[in-house]
């Protein structure tokens, strides 16, 4: 297809500007796939008719449905096009979340801070239970501002028809769409702006489309009172902005989730994904830190890199619905192939990254020593787990203090681990720990255990035989109880039915209640308490196959004993809350779908000063109360937790959970006074990254021999998102920094990194093309951020 308009550029060069030959692909996968298979010569042909405005290309990869999406995953897979960019000294402009009825809030701030200025949206009257999704929508192009006050301007017109306005197929007869366009009255009565009108899209499902139609059609129906473009679908924005740009009004909203929901059919393997997203951040971190000392660390990884961000793309395509001419099976191993891809390359990263850190710092002494790295930008002390297989009794001290540190040998998936007890671990850095023979001192357990009942200083819960939590008093808040039971549902319930309950390693860092049972589905629980930690750590694992639909797929439960319930959660982008707009949130009251919602890194309910946040690490929905399709339940203290399920049946989505029969959740609970969004993301970010800990190695040190901290933020609710090696190489554009403000106010902020000053400071999009100089201040990036904007750099440090 692209060769053949490729051509017709050619042969229409001769014809008047708006008769020329002019194609848009549907995403930026269609230019990886002609570089990947075509001659060089013809790929610089392509390029060239990119930048003289014959052929377009999204930012986008392909037709994706953002809603399962954590915000990395929607910026990786766009890092394909930045790279186009930067090679070739272009702009994509453009974004096309084709299809799906909905569309998250935050997803176009993601889209702007990447570079867009535009987006077409057109969907499907097909697959939807969004009662209204046919009705005349409040706005038919607008400005979609973000929480951040960045903004694109969006043409979703009302639908019509697939293939007609509204729909993803508008010109599928363009002679007959310039006529409704240009005569029929209800178009008029919606459309406010005369002059400038689009109708884009010929293909709909088709296999290919090679046409002159718009040409002709573009001829043939110009006239001496009405001008007919064949579009790039650019040049119309462009027009439509330079006219009406300043009469638009500004809107943002959450639609909810449709077809976003059809990846839950293989919770599993989707949850692999959302992982990998996350390890990738340490993984990242430490290779920065490699590389300042090997700058070839990199070096080889580049055609991996690029297809596991591809794909993290890819992997939240829209075809997830099952319903079209590809067999589910073959669904089902794509999305598979996929996830190994992106799981390989992060892997290996993160283990090659640690073993070469680790050799940077020279080991004192005959005895191990490890060193515990912390990828968050605030230092943290947590638990440290380092694989151990000796035999022999030994006992932790932590280097920089010369004492013990509480220490205690366990079991975790099976294998032999020591987990320590790691405090004041530096942001972005490390600390180092010595094993020495014999048994130590005593501690005393992390937390007592009686009857189900466990008690630290913090928390005393209880479990039951299901492994629901029945209770959770807050001892530091004079004895508050957070628990609750609704509709026969407690906290962390998956159902009704019999289990046992048992102590496992119980020691000086944690105590582990597990509960193994059949209610609802066969599962194990493992409830977690640790030392001086407010953290309440939940280890679910669903241990069957399941084929569930609609709303009998499972669920964990959380029951609040919270009135007039608060609950907001990171959607994709944003934090937001779950209202309706009227109603002081962030949902639209029509065109919207409330059955489930997004749930990246947390979720927090709070009410009467007091609340709870729930981070999780691995689903991707989330239940507010009794809420449905076509009600948003924002009164009951309720949230439940989607563990998997064909959500509209079975003729949408993959049957038999793809046949995995093994599904890890883990969730964790920590209370707090009243909501506070930095700090909800603090302790979600801090349970899903765990302290990555390796042995000590080096011969000599390159980073100090017991403690060293990378990088610092001046502004606790400025949260480091990403840092990581520059795409186009660390020794050419240096650093790739990404910050999120959490805070709801501008803030101003600085970052230092150590043992290197910053000389030169470049503010980048988030797919790294560079817009303008940052600024430097002493050796440390000074910088001022809106209120929730995420912000990216690139650093280059002094030699």
Known sequence: ?????????????????????????????????????????????????????????????????????????????????????????????????????????????????????????????????????????????????????????????????????????????????????????????????????????????????????????????????????????????????????????????????????????????????????????????????????????????????????????????????????????????????????????????????????????????????????????????????FPYSGSDQVHVIDLVTGKETPSQRMLIDDKQHIRILATDVPAVGYKVFELRPGEGKSFGDAAVVTNGIMENAIYRIAVNERGAITSLIDRTRGNREFARTIDGRLLNDLGAGPGSLTVENAGPVSVTLKAASTAGLAHTTRITLFRDSPRIDIRNEITQKFHSTGDSSPRWTFSFNLDSPDIWHEEVGAVIRAKLLSDGGHYSGDHARYDWQTLNHFTDISGEGVGITLSNWDCLFMKVGRSTITSLDTSSPQISILAGGLIDGVNLGIHNQGGDDHFLQRLALQSHDAYDQAEAMHFALAHQNPLVVEQVTGEESFYTEVSFGFLEISDPNVLLWSLKPAEDGIGHMGIALRVWNMSEKKAGFAVSLKPKSIVRAMRATHIETPTGPAQIVGGNLDETTSANAMETYLLTLAQ
Not at 277 to 285: F, H, S, T, Y
């Open 1 to 385: 297809m692209i060769d053949y308009y490729l051509e017709r550029a050619d042969a229409t060069a001769d014809q008047p500007e708006d008769y020329q030959a002019r194609f848009n692909c549907d995403g930026s996968l269609w230019m990886w796939e002609y570089e990947r298979n075509k001659p060089a010569a013809d790929f610089a042909r392509l390029i060239g008719r990119i930048k003289d405005g014959h052929i377009s290309v999204p930012l986008t990869p392909i037709t994706i449905c953002y809603g399962a999406m954590p915000a990395e995953a929607v910026l990786r897979g766009m890092y394909y096009a930045g790279r186009i960019e930067r090679r070739y000294d272009l702009r994509l402009p453009t974004v096309q979340p084709m299809e799906n009825q909905t569309m998250p809030y935050g997803v176009g701030s993601l889209f702007a801070g990447a570079g867009a200025k535009y987006c077409w949206m057109g969907i499907c009257n097909c697959a939807s239970r969004v009662p209204d999704n046919a009705a005349p929508r409040k706005h038919e192009i607008y400005w979609w501002t973000g929480l951040d006050g960045r903004r694109l301007l969006v043409r979703w017109n009302s639908l019509v028809s697939n293939s007609n306005l509204g729909g993803y197929a508008e010109a599928r007869n363009p002679a007959a769409v310039v006529e409704y366009m240009d005569r029929d009255t209800g178009f008029a009565s919606r459309w406010k702006y005369p002059f400038v009108k689009a109708a884009f899209g010929k293909g709909w499902d088709d296999l290919k489309t090679l046409t002159t139609e718009f040409e002709i059609v573009a001829r043939d129906k110009s006239t001496a009172s009405r001008r007919v473009r064949n579009s790039n679908e650019v040049d119309f924005f462009d027009d439509f902005e330079a006219t009406y740009g300043d009469q638009l009004p500004s809107y943002s909203t959450a639609f909810g989730n449709e077809w976003d929901l059809y990846t839950a059919s293989m919770a599993e393997v989707s949850a692999r994904v959302k992982r990998s997203i996350e390890k990738l951040r340490a993984a990242e971190m430490m290779a920065v830190m490699v590389s300042l000392k090997d700058s070839d660390f990199m070096s080889g990884r580049q055609a991996e890199r690029d297809q596991a961000f591809m794909n993290m793309g890819l992997y939240f395509n829209h075809d997830w619905t099952g319903d079209g001419p590809v067999s589910r099976d073959v669904l089902r191993d794509w999305a598979r192939g996929l996830v190994e891809q992106i799981e390989r390359y992060v892997d290996t990263l993160h283990e090659d990254a640690s073993s070469a850190l680790g050799a940077l710092i020279k080991k004192a002494g005959k005895f191990t020593c490890l060193y515990a790295f912390n990828p968050l930008s605030w230092p943290r002390t947590d638990i440290a787990d």
